[in-house]
Nanobody, 127 residues
Framework: QLVESGGGLVQAGGSLRLSCSVS????????IGWYRQAPGKEREGVSC????????TYSESVQGRFSISSDNAKKLVYLQMNSLKPEDTAVYYC??????????????????????WGQGTQVKVSA
């Protein structure tokens, strides 16, 4: 089970930190990712983290502004979002896939049936 929290409304230039609480499977064996879906757009991978070795990747649109991290003892994965822009407005989802399918922090295909999804949290960035 994955449960997201931390979304909300923020002005452009502001910051938010999303949290993903993970339960029900071996934390270290997975790659956990943050995906987002804006209205009328396809779901996209934002940042993903392979927990066993800590390798992470970021999409070009968030590189340098977002940071993914984990607290392995608490089974939490965070997404620190800084310098937020109106175009970051979306529902943000936490998803998990076995590291056998996605290592090196690679974000797995969001259309895959191998991903486990959280319920999502809304992020709105006002201009």
């Amino acid at each position: 089970q994955l449960v997201e929290s931390g979304g909300g409304l923020v002005q452009a230039g502001g910051s938010l930190r999303l949290s993903c609480s993970v339960s029900g499977f071996d934390f270290d064996d997975y790659t956990i990712g943050w995906y987002r879906q804006a209205p009328g757009k396809e779901r996209e991978g934002v940042s993903c983290l392979t927990l066993r070795d800590g390798t992470a990747t970021y999409s070009e649109s968030v590189q340098g502004r977002f940071s993914i991290s984990s607290d392995n003892a608490k089974k939490l994965v965070y997404l620190q979002m800084n310098s937020l822009k109106p175009e970051d407005t979306a529902v943000y989802y936490c998803a998990a896939v076995s590291a056998l399918f996605a290592s090196g922090g690679r974000c797995y295909d969001p259309d895959s049936n191998f991903l486990y999804w959280g319920q999502g949290t809304q992020v709105k960035v006002s201009a």
